[in-house]
Structures are given as structure tokens and as C-alpha cells.
């Protein structure tokens, strides 16, 4: 699976993005999706994951109540709406996409497990 993410860029302190992340060369409905983030300096971190139907998501508690992951299947795109953008948002932001047996919490917010990721994309938050 070859994933594309797009749709960061520069956005003040309360605004709103749309992250876009586009799959190709799979079965997209296969695969649970997820959208992890890496601050400058930091480790790269989860933000959100969605199972291969849309029916089950998962969130970090930073973006919780911010941020809403959806998919469509019909179109093979995953996306990460983001409102409420705060400066600690600021990273850039990897699409991920992984097989799982079981959509657990603790199996699906580890890096580890997915197996395919996109090239990222900024995004940056000024204040």
C-alpha cells in the first residue's frame, strides 16, 4: 500500500486543517488507518486511528475533542479534520496503515504496528 498525505500548512493558534491522506496499490478497506505526528525535537507520537470499516476510533488524549478521523472507503482516503489548532500541534503529520486481527487500543496506538506510512506533511501553528 502506498499512501499520500496532504493538506498541512501554516494556520494561526484556533484555526482549523484538514489533513488528507490518499491510498493506493491495496485493499484499502483491509487495513486500519491511523495518523501519527512528530514535533520538532520530539518523538513521533499517536494522534488518532480509525478501524477498516470507520466504525471504531481511537484518539490521543491531546487532541481529543479536537480532532476527528474519517475515512471512505469508495474513494480510498483517510482524513483528520483538526479544529481548535494550538502551537504544540505543530508537526509533521504521518498517515499509517496496518492489518489487525484485533483494533485494540493498546495494539493500534504503537507505531509498530503499521506496516505502511505516508511522507508527511507540516503542519504549523503559529500563536
Known amino acids: 500500500v502506498q499512501l499520500q498525505a496532504s493538506g498541512g500548512g501554516l494556520v494561526q493558534a484556533g484555526g482549523s486543517l484538514r489533513l488528507s491522506c490518499a491510498a493506493s496499490?491495496?485493499?484499502?478497506?483491509?487495513?486500519?488507518m491511523a495518523w501519527f505526528r512528530q514535533g520538532p525535537g520530539k518523538e513521533r507520537e499517536f494522534v488518532a486511528t480509525?478501524?477498516?470499516?470507520?466504525?471504531?476510533?481511537y484518539y490521543a488524549d491531546s487532541v481529543k475533542g479536537r480532532f476527528t478521523i474519517s475515512r471512505d472507503n469508495a474513494k480510498n482516503m483517510v482524513y483528520l479534520q483538526m479544529n481548535s489548532l494550538k502551537p504544540e500541534d505543530t508537526a509533521v503529520y504521518y498517515c499509517?496503515?496496518?492489518?489487525?486481527?484485533?483494533?485494540?487500543?493498546?495494539?493500534?496506538?504503537?507505531?509498530?504496528?503499521?506496516?505502511?506510512w505516508g511522507q508527511g506533511t507540516l503542519v504549523t501553528v503559529s500563536s
Open positions: 499509517a496503515a496496518g492489518l489487525f486481527v484485533v483494533f485494540s487500543l493498546a495494539r493500534t496506538t504503537n507505531p509498530s504496528a503499521y506496516g505502511y
Open positions: 496499490g491495496g485493499t484499502f478497506s483491509n487495513y486500519g
Open positions: 480509525i478501524n477498516k470499516s470507520g466504525a471504531v476510533t
